[in-house]
């Protein structure tokens, strides 16, 4: 049993409702990530947004003794701030500070929690900001997250999972500060709190903290089914919007989290086909590399929001449904269709083919020193600490060299075999003209790729076969929506 699943139980021994991950350390930073194990699936079917603006109202609210201008007054000489994360099951509340400053920031950030100020003048500021970024922000100027979200929203259509984190603009505009309130009661309890600290803190300090968030109400385990409708058929969803490229998010629902045996041959599978950001992977050689089609093309099996924003993945994104996605950035519309059309054409060839034993070591080489990245700071190691306890596994890193090591290439063949697929998909793109697109997606015609300078035969040849590849969409298996619906 790993240290921190250790104090985890020790803490539960002592305080029966309150959770503990603690990682202590010499380190003179001493990082907090406060999770509560509910989020937007919590949100009442008529007030989506809700979790959000709740954990907005303590973050960026507030307290019963400061305002916020004198909270952020307060943190500006320690050099440091608390921010919140709102997701489908996990909402955190995190922040770093020097050991000097322990006491003060401790005493700030504990008041933020637990003696919320509810201002109205706060939760008008706070609840605009959420209106613009939906409308001006995520609608507005982020075509790939738009698309990423649109993919979701889909694929998890009629379960909790279904809209937008921070909910819909029309929904938001009818939420009333007593709801914030009223959610805030019946959600942020100690029995869905974990406490996480690290790094160099004092020997007693754990136990004040858990004194102090005794505060909360006991509570009771809240449930909810997510189970995605299966797709029998590939399908697309294009938004029209007036944009100067395409932008593509392709995938569909799989039943592996990390707590799967399967999860690390995908996670290998992964680092194969579409390593976030990096230029190793299949699809960046195939479609950027070879052919210039755009900034880079990518594949996941968890969630990974603002993905044009990070080289990694936010922790405390846990959840109890995952999706397998590939991320294509924007491509020219001259060139949208074929670009499509390569992707899924090379996912189907890695399911057809799977990895060679040269692919798979090479990948389980690489995997097994990137993975060191994901914890490289106290605070991320904290928080995958955090999540591994969510999924009941043990510490990340040594969870996934483990079986790593372990693996074999017909392990990860078959994990292809079993989870991956080239048909049923859900397919979005933002794009200009959609009908004029949706025409190129089903006319049967072949998709064109022109090219600036000369190119190898073979990969002509190639552009031959996947400008010609069938995506077996259907006109009745496209939907157009308008930019201007999308998360009213």
């Known amino acids: 049993m790993t240290k921190f699943l250790s104090l985890l139980l020790l803490a539960s021994s002592a305080f029966a409702q309150i959770r503990v991950v603690a990682l202590p350390g010499k380190d003179p930073l001493v990082s907090f990530r406060i999770v509560f194990l509910t989020g937007a699936a919590s949100d009442p079917p008529d007030k989506p947004g809700l979790a959000s603006l709740t954990a907005d109202m303590l973050s960026d609210g507030g307290t019963k003794d400061l305002t916020y201008k004198q909270i952020v007054d307060a943190m500006f000489p320690m050099a440091t701030s608390v921010y919140s994360q709102t997701d489908k099951e996990m909402t955190v509340f995190a922040g770093t500070t020097h050991i000097d400053n322990l006491d003060t920031f401790y005493s700030v950030f504990r008041s933020m929690l637990l003696d919320p100020g509810w201002r109205e003048d706060d939760f008008k500021r706070i609840k605009d900001d959420a209106i613009n970024y939906l409308r001006v922000s995520l609608r507005g100027n982020n075509d790939e997250e738009l698309g990423k979200e649109v993919l979701y929203s889909s694929l998890y259509a009629g379960t909790p999972y279904a809209h937008e984190d921070a909910g819909a603009i029309s929904a938001l505009e009818k939420i009333t500060l007593a709801d914030v309130k009223q959610f805030y009661r019946d959600h942020y309890t100690q029995q869905a709190l974990i406490l996480g600290i690290a790094g160099g803190y004092p020997q ?15 509570g009771a385990p809240g449930a909810h089914a997510v189970q995605p409708k299966p797709i029998d058929h590939n399908r697309a969803i294009l938004v029209d919007k007036n944009t100067r490229a395409v932008a593509f998010s392709i995938g569909y629902p799989i039943p592996v989290t990390r707590k799967d045996p399967a999860y690390p041959a995908l996670l290998l599978v992964q680092a194969y086909f579409g390593q ?12 950027r590399e070879l052919r210039g089609l755009n900034y880079g093309d990518y594949a996941y099996i968890e969630y990974f929001p603002q993905g044009m924003f990070r080289f990694e993945p936010s922790p405390n994104l846990a959840r109890q449904s995952q999706i397998f996605q590939i991320w294509i950035r924007p491509v020219p519309p001259s060139v949208a269709a074929f670009a499509l059309r390569l992707a899924v054409y090379e996912l189907n060839n890695l399911v057809k083919n799977g990895l060679s034993e040269e692919e798979f070591e090479s990948s ?3 995997l097994s020193k990137y993975v060191n990245l994901m914890t490289d700071t106290k605070n991320a190691e904290l928080g995958y600490a955090i999540d591994s306890a969510y999924y009941g596994i043990p510490d990340y890193v040594t969870y996934v060299r483990t079986a790593l090591a372990k693996m074999t290439r017909d392990d990860v063949n078959r994990a292809i075999h079993t989870y991956l697929r080239p048909d049923k998909l859900q397919i979005v793109a933002i794009t200009d003209n959609a009908e004029d697109f949706k025409k190129q997606l089903t006319d049967g015609a072949p998709s064109k ?6 190119k190898p035969a073979n990969i002509l040849e190639e552009d031959k076969t996947v400008g010609s590849w069938n995506l077996d969409l259907r006109p009745e298996d496209i939907t157009i929506v308008p930019v201007s619906h999308i998360f009213e």
């Open 204 to 218: 007693d300090f754990v136990t004040h903290m858990q004194r102090d968030f005794e505060k909360l109400p006991a």
């Open 449 to 454: 790729m022109t090219y600036n300078s000369p």
């Open 364 to 366: 389980r080489d690489f």
């Open 276 to 287: 976030h950001r990096l230029s190793g992977g299949r699809l960046y050689q195939r479609m």
